[in-house]
């Protein structure tokens, strides 16, 4: 059965355990539960932040390159995504102090003030789910997505060896 566009993936309730564990987990991946733009932000103008945030987060300077890698998209696209950021005064571009050839991209304090909004509509959104679930929902939900991460990073070890 094909779902409308937009529409989540359908999970055959008569279709055998295994059969229903698989396509709740596709489903699961495609539920845009981590997608919260930041106000006046495309999803990908907000992705893109938070790629430039966490790459400063860990004193690794960000370049159009590397920007491209993980937006799997090509440098001229990834240029284009961050010319509009820099228009509206998200971010900037400076010449690296080791390589003066390279150029990298760092937040503005904007930038970093749109994260925040960010954040705190994806913790609204948490709280949310959390009134949904009910607390005693929202803890079995947690432990079950930690139990279920454990069984496949243990499977994964499995496979290396």
């Known amino acids: 059965m094909r779902k409308p566009p937009g529409e989540p993936p359908v999970v055959d309730e008569n279709a055998p355990i295994e059969q229903r564990l698989l396509s709740a987990f596709f489903r699961f991946v495609h539920t845009p539960w981590h997608i919260v733009p930041a106000p006046g932000l495309t999803r990908t103008e907000t992705g893109i932040l ?54 990298l991209i760092v937040l503005t304090d904007k930038g970093l003030e749109e994260l925040e909004a ?16 009910g607390a005693e929902g929202a803890e079995r939900l947690l432990s079950l997505l930690t139990k279920t991460s ?11 060896d």
């Open 150 to 160: 454990d069984f496949f990073f243990e499977k994964e070890k499995t496979y290396r």
């Open 50 to 103: 938070m790629g430039i945030d966490r790459s400063q987060h860990h004193g690794k300077p960000l370049r159009v390159r590397d920007l491209s890698k993980i937006m799997r998209v090509s440098s001229p696209t990834a240029t284009q995504h961050l010319n509009k950021l820099e228009e509206q005064g998200f971010v900037r571009r400076e010449q690296s102090k080791d390589d003066r050839r390279e150029v």
């Open 118 to 133: 960010h954040r705190k509509a994806l913790d609204r959104n948490l709280h949310e789910l959390i009134e949904h679930l």
